[in-house]
Nanobody, 117 residues
Framework: QVQLVESGGGLVQLGGPLRLSCAAS????????MGWHRQAPGKQRELVAV???????NYADSVKGRFTISRDNAKNTVYLQMNSLKPEDTGAYYC???????????WGQGTQVTVSS
């Protein structure tokens, strides 16, 4: 049993900062990678950022320079610091973790981020 719990979503003004957190709990031997996806209304779900166990990081082009992903391995937690937010950043943000020797994916329930203009 593995659970991912997101926090930090909400309503934020254009240009403002917001930090999302996701903590993994349960039967975890190792976390290979953790990341964030988002889905805006009327759009497909897309990768936002991912960080691997070796600190390899990938960002979507649309968030490069504005978002920063980080990871606290001791707490099994991943963070997404979002700066200079735009209305097009609005959407449901989902935490993802790839766990264990069998590389199994787990997902959080999502947290809503709304950027007001």
């Amino acid at each position: 049993q593995v659970q991912l719990v997101e926090s930090g979503g909400g309503l934020v003004q254009l240009g403002g900062p917001l930090r999302l957190s996701c903590a993994a709990s349960g039967s975890i031997f190792s976390i290979n990678a953790m990341g964030w996806h988002r889905q805006a209304p009327g759009k497909q779900r897309e990768l936002v950022a991912v960080i691997g166990s070796g600190s390899t990081i990938n960002y979507a082009d649309s968030v490069k320079g504005r978002f920063t992903i980080s990871r606290d391995n001791a707490k099994n937690t991943v963070y997404l610091q979002m700066n200079s937010l735009k209305p097009e950043d609005t959407g449901a943000y989902y935490c993802n973790a790839n766990i264990g020797l069998r590389y199994k994916d787990y997902w959080g329930q999502g947290t809503q981020v709304t950027v007001s203009s």
